[in-house]
């Protein structure tokens, strides 16, 4: 049933960008009728060439050529061109238009040409990765379009179950990229502290967050709280090193980072991964495989969750959708809500905590769903901030900014769930909800007496996600896991950086926020169908949402006679790409030169017309073998100059460039705050406060903010009232 959810629907991809086709690939994978109009060159895609040809086809799959005679959406962007073209089609076939941009067309870089590379730059995600001393490492492929597809993809979905439909969905890539770093921004801007770069594989707050060798392979480990460092160190043998006060917190462990690596690296020589991984269960310390590019789709758990699959001509695999789901039962029809709020009416439990569950909660929020949070007082969300001691005026528990951000257009209760009378009001919250969202590790909700079986019993109707990284059975499911964990699963370390470097992460957290959009994706898909397809249990594994992120590589890899190299900042495709120093000694220009057109206006700004004309350098790979020479002269003529100044000099010639931004920097920034995405709120305990808005709008108005993330228990009181009065339903 999963692949004939959005059967009925007929979209239109008038565009040739990655971000606009992968979200056309999702309304195909998910049984709409997707014609695609636009054609384009796939060699720059991608790994470029015959595999970026292959990854086109991946993007592809499912599309039909020609055009409908009427259609429901219409997909356009990312240049003006395509989507003054997908305007015009959106007009004459009477559907929703989904403009999808680079940027706002508000801010003042709304005219700016975009690259996945400058868009790393520009959200603060490349600043903190890389060596200590610089540059700044952009990662390989095109997840900044990648996260714009999906997180257009649920824009979309929603606008088409509102009544009536809004003619017009706006979306850009890097508001949608903002999802990795807006709490950081936010953390930043309202409670003090900077962005850093510490090292490879070294991010704040969490330490060791780290690849190491095995003596089969690679083993990914992360801890953060201080009873996983000492879970550590005692299954390495050292139990001295967990008790020993230089090493007791994250930040300490952090600034001794290479006498830890030196003291625990070569210790992990001594056994398997898969040892590894059966001690660290026991041991209660996230840590897993790290399989490379080759062995990935061979794992068993994978192939056992049909996570990879043949397309085109059956020439390679890719990922399938990141989520399993099983459909039925009686189901109410979806009463749609107006444009504003396609939603309203329906209720959301969210029993998640952090990140990817509570994302997946806002987004629904965000669209006028009633968010209903249930925490408890002994486990509150844990982003509120894990210190066992809460004393203070305020509590440090409603001061955090994470949870804030993370957490606004929802109501907040406080149940037992380890008490029969918690249990019951929690169920009966679940008899009376349209969704549940949860991301606890697998079988706790089980062992709370609220799984699967229990939800079907109250609600048949019911669309339940749950999310534990790898996904529900298998051998995998039972590892605890951060968004780091995910991301050292993914395959995606084998892919950033550099050959010399372990295998490395680019963010302390990818998979969290990227999972939550899909999340998202998910529970949008099954509500749309649910009277006909009736209620839905989704098994969605964090780490397979990544593999969205590799899928070129992938594809790359199985057309390769080797594993493919990394090779930090430079592409196949795409010539010159590099970060250079402009200015001060830590501030850095990011530039992707994406074509011929790029590389002459590059050239006439670096007075070297004669590399414009010389046969040598005609292609990217030509450019690529005397990239030292042309990063050289690209870095000279940026080193007196302002990176922000230097971008504008460029992009005034048309040229792909941008400043490499902190994260800290970002809550001031007029690409944001102009188009409205820093709104203001009220707040007990923290009073007037900034936080991150929708990253999508409706005929140019971005959704409603109704309510500051609830502080602990703070709407109990009123939905348990709503609750008896209502026999068992809340009230919005």
């Given at each position: 049933m999963i692949d004939r959810l959005l059967e009925g629907l007929t979209v239109v991809e008038a565009s040739r960008g990655v971000a606009t086709r992968y979200c056309g690939r999702l309304f195909a994978r998910l049984g709409a009728t997707v014609v695609r109009m636009a054609g384009g060159d796939d060699t720059v895609i991608g790994y470029g060439g015959a595999a970026g040809e292959a990854y086109g086809r991946w993007l592809d799959e499912g599309k039909a050529a020609g055009e409908p005679s009427s259609a429901d959406l219409v997909i356009g962007?990312?240049?003006?061109?395509?989507?003054?073209?997908a305007a015009a089609v959106a007009d004459r076939l009477g559907a929703v238009l989904l403009e999808l941009t680079w940027f706002h067309p508000d801010g003042p870089w709304g005219a700016w040409r975009g690259a996945d590379e400058l868009?790393?730059?520009?959200?603060?995600?490349?600043?903190?990765f890389g060596p200590k001393e610089g540059p700044p490492t952009l990662a390989q492929g095109h997840g900044p379009q990648i996260a714009a597809g999906v997180t257009a993809f649920n824009a979309a979905l929603g606008a088409l179950m509102a009544r009536p439909r809004p003619r017009r969905v706006s979306v850009n890539v890097f508001e949608a990229f903002m999802c990795l770093t807006e709490t950081g921004a936010v953390s930043a801007l309202m409670e003090?502290?900077?962005?850093?770069?510490?090292?490879?594989?070294?991010f704040v707050p969490t330490y060791p967050c780290a690849s190491y060798r095995t003596a089969d392979g690679w083993l990914g480990v992360s801890t953060l709280t201080p009873a996983q460092w000492k879970g550590l160190c005692g299954m390495l043998g050292r139990p001295d090193l967990g008790e020993d006060p230089r090493f007791a917190t994250t930040v300490e462990r952090l600034l001794a980072a290479d006498e830890v690596d030196a003291l625990l690296a070569p210790l992990f020589l001594g056994r398997t991964t898969a040892d590894w991984v059966a001690l660290s269960g026991a041991a209660r310390v996230p840590a897993t495989p790290m399989p490379d590019l080759s062995e990935l789709p061979r794992v068993e758990h994978w192939r056992a969750r049909g996570a990879f699959g043949p397309f085109g001509d059956g020439e390679a695999v890719a990922p399938t959708l990141p989520w399993r789901m099983v459909s039925g039962g009686a189901a109410p029809s979806l009463d749609a809500g107006p444009p504003?709020?396609?939603?309203?009416?329906?209720?959301?439990?969210?029993?998640?905590?952090?990140?990817?569950?509570?994302?997946?909660?806002?987004?629904?929020?965000?669209?006028?769903?009633?968010?209903?949070?249930?925490?408890?007082?002994?486990?509150?969300?844990w982003w509120r901030g894990w210190e066992a001691d809460q004393t203070g005026d305020p509590p440090p528990r409603e001061t955090k900014f994470s949870f804030i951000s993370m957490n606004r257009n929802k109501r907040g209760v406080v149940l037992d769930l380890l008490t029969p009378e918690g249990l019951a009001q929690a169920k009966a919250l679940v008899a009376g909800a349209d969704v549940v969202v949860e991301n606890f590790a697998a079988g706790v909700m089980d062992k709370l007496g609220l799984g699967a079986e229990v939800r079907r019993a109250l609600n048949p109707g019911l669309v339940a996600i749950s999310m534990p990284a790898f996904g529900a059975g298998g051998p995998l499911s039972g590892i605890r896991a951060y968004g780091s964990t995910v991301e050292q699963a993914s395959g995606l370390p084998f892919v950033n950086g550099r050959d010399a470097w372990p295998p490395c992460l680019q963010h302390v957290a990818f998979g969290d926020p990227i999972a939550g959009l899909f999340a998202a994706a998910?529970?949008?898909?099954?509500?749309?169908?649910?009277?006909?397809?009736?209620?839905?249990?989704?098994d969605l594994a964090q780490v397979a949402c990544l593999f969205q992120f590799a899928a070129d590589a992938l594809v790359a890899q199985q057309l390769a006679d080797r594993l493919l190299p990394r090779t930090g900042n430079r592409r196949p495709r795409a010539a010159p790409v590099a970060v250079v120093r402009a200015g001060d000694d830590d501030s850095w220009l990011a530039v992707a030169v994406d074509g011929p057109a790029a590389w002459r206006a590059l050239c006439g700004v670096l007075g070297r017309g004669d590399w414009a004309e010389d046969p040598a350098l005609s292609d990217a790979e030509a450019r690529n073998r005397h990239a030292d020479a042309i990063e050289a002269a690209l870095a000279a003529w940026a080193a007196p100059q302002d990176p922000a100044a230097a971008a504008e000099r460029l992009q005034s010639a048309r040229v792909p460039a941008a400043p490499v931004l902190r994260s800290d920097g970002l809550a001031y920034l007029p690409q944001l705050a102009d188009p409205g995405f820093w709104p203001e709120m009220e707040r007990r305990y923290v009073g007037r406060h900034v936080t991150p808005a929708a990253p999508f709008a409706y005929d140019g108005a971005r959704p409603a903010l109704l309510r500051p993330a609830p502080t602990l228990g703070e709407h109990t009181k009123e939905v348990l009232d709503a609750l008896e009065r209502q026999g068992g339903r809340t009230t919005g």
């Open positions: 962007g990312q240049d003006a061109g395509d989507l003054a073209e868009i790393q730059a520009l959200t603060g995600v490349a600043y903190p003090g502290g900077g962005s850093v770069r510490l090292g490879v594989n070294r504003e709020a396609p939603l309203r009416g329906l209720r959301v439990i969210d029993f998640s905590m952090g990140w990817a569950g509570p994302l997946c909660a806002r987004t629904l929020g965000d669209l006028g769903a009633d968010v209903v949070k249930v925490e408890s007082e002994s486990h509150p969300d998910a529970v949008l898909s099954a509500l749309f169908a649910r009277e006909r397809a009736g209620g839905a249990e989704i």
